[in-house]
C-alpha cells in the first residue's frame, strides 16, 4: 500500500541519516585529532602597498600536513569537509591561531595592521562564525579591525538574509568584510548594495593575463571601476610579474599580494621578510 511504502521510505532515510550522522561524527573526531596533533598550519602571504612596497597586511592560507596523505592544499580537503559539515570546527582554529600569530609579532616587534582570513560559505551561514570571531579577538586580545575576512559571492548568495545578519555582527565587532575572488563566480551584483562590504579581492584569473590579454585588461579596469564608484577598498590577488604590477598600480589598485612578493611565508620567515621591507 501508499502507506507502507510511505513508512518503508521513512525507514530508509532514517537509517541514511544516522549513517551520515555517524559518518560526520567520526570525521569530526578525525579533525579534532588532526588539529591537536598539529597536522594544520597557517601560511602567511604578505599583503603589500602598491606605491611604496610597504607591508600592509597578510593573508592567512592554511596546509595539512598529514602522515598518509602528505602536505595538501586547500583545494583538495575544503569542499570535502564542507559537504560532510565540519569545517566550523577547522574554521574556529583558523581564526584563533591566525589571531594568535598577529600577537606573537606583536610581542616580537612587528605590528601588522591587518590579518585577511578565508572564511567557507557553510562558516558564514552557520551560526558558530560570530561567536569563533569574537572569541579569537577576546583570547588574542586584538582589535575587531585587524581582522578582515575573505567570502566568496558563493556564500553571500546562497542565503542573502541570513549573510546580512552575519554581517551586521561583524559588523559591529569592527571587522573588515571583503569579497574573495570577486568575478570569478556568480556575479550577483544584488549583495553589494545589500550588504555592508568594505572591499572587493581582483582575482588572480583576471590578474594573470594582464597587460597583453585585452579581455583580462577590460575586466581588471571593470572590477576597478565597480569599486571605486562604490567606495570599496581593492585588493588584487596574484601578482607575479613587474609588468602586472605596474598595470594595477596604474590602475589605481592600493594593495597586492603575489609571488611577485612572496608566496605563503611560516610565522617566522614571515618576520624576517617583513623586516627587509620599507618600514
Ligand atoms: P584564495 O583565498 O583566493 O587564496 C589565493 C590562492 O592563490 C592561495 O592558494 C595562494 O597560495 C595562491 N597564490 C598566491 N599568490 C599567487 C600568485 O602570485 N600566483 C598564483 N598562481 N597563485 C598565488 P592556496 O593557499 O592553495 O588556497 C586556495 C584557496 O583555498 C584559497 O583561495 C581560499 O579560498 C581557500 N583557503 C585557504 N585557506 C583557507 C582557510 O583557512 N579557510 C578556508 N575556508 N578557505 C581557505
Ligand atoms: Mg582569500
Ligand atoms: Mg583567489
Ligand atoms: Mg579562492
Redo the contacts with the bound molecule.
Keep these: 500500500s501508499k502507506r507502507a511504502g510511505h513508512r518503508r521510505d521513512w525507514h530508509l532515510f532514517e537509517a541514511a541519516l544516522g549513517e551520515r550522522h555517524r559518518a560526520r561524527l567520526r570525521l569530526e573526531s578525525e579533525l579534532r585529532r588532526a588539529i591537536d596533533k598539529g597536522e594544520f598550519r597557517l601560511v602567511y602571504?604578505p599583503q603589500i602597498a602598491l606605491a611604496s612596497g610597504r607591508l600592509v597586511g597578510a593573508?592567512?592560507?592554511?596546509r595539512w600536513r598529514n602522515p598518509a596523505l602528505g602536505e595538501m592544499?586547500?583545494?583538495r580537503f575544503?569542499d570535502h569537509l564542507e559537504r560532510a559539515d565540519v569545517?566550523a570546527g577547522l574554521?574556529r582554529w583558523?581564526l584563533g591561531e591566525a589571531c594568535r600569530q598577529v600577537r606573537a609579532w606583536r610581542e616580537r616587534g612587528l605590528t601588522l595592521p591587518r590579518i585577511a582570513?578565508?572564511?567557507?560559505s557553510r562558516?558564514l551561514l552557520g551560526d558558530d562564525l560570530v561567536r569563533h570571531v569574537r572569541a579569537a579577538l577576546a583570547e588574542s586580545g586584538l582589535d575587531g579591525d585587524v581582522l578582515e575576512l575573505?567570502l566568496?559571492e558563493h556564500a553571500l548568495v546562497e542565503d542573502l538574509p541570513d549573510t546580512e545578519t552575519a554581517f551586521a555582527a561583524l559588523r559591529a565587532l569592527g571587522v573588515t568584510l571583503t569579497i574573495?575572488?570577486f568575478g570569478e563566480g556568480y556575479s550577483a551584483l544584488e549583495y553589494l548594495r545589500r550588504l555592508p562590504i568594505h572591499g572587493l579581492k581582483l582575482s588572480?584569473l583576471f590578474v594573470q593575463g594582464v597587460p597583453a590579454a585585452a579581455s583580462d585588461v577590460a575586466i581588471c579596469r571593470a572590477v576597478y571601476g565597480i569599486a571605486h564608484h562604490l567606495g570599496l577598498d581593492l585588493v588584487a590577488?596574484?601578482?607575479?610579474q613587474r609588468s602586472q604590477l605596474e598595470f594595477l598600480r596604474e590602475l589605481g589598485i592600493r594593495r597586492g599580494?603575489?609571488?611577485?612578493f612572496a608566496?605563503?611565508l611560516s610565522g617566522d620567515d614571515f618576520l624576517d621578510y617583513a623586516r627587509r621591507l620599507p618600514a
Excluded at 593573508?59 to 592554511?62: T, Y
Excluded at 590577488?237 to 607575479?240: F, S, T
Excluded at 599580494?257 to 611577485?260: E, K, N, P, S, W
Aim: charged share 30%.
Design positions: 602571504q593573508e592567512a592560507l592554511i592544499r586547500p583545494d575544503i569545517m574554521g583558523v582570513v578565508n572564511v567557507s562558516q575573505e566568496t574573495d575572488d588572480k590577488e596574484g601578482i607575479e599580494q603575489g609571488f611577485l608566496a605563503g
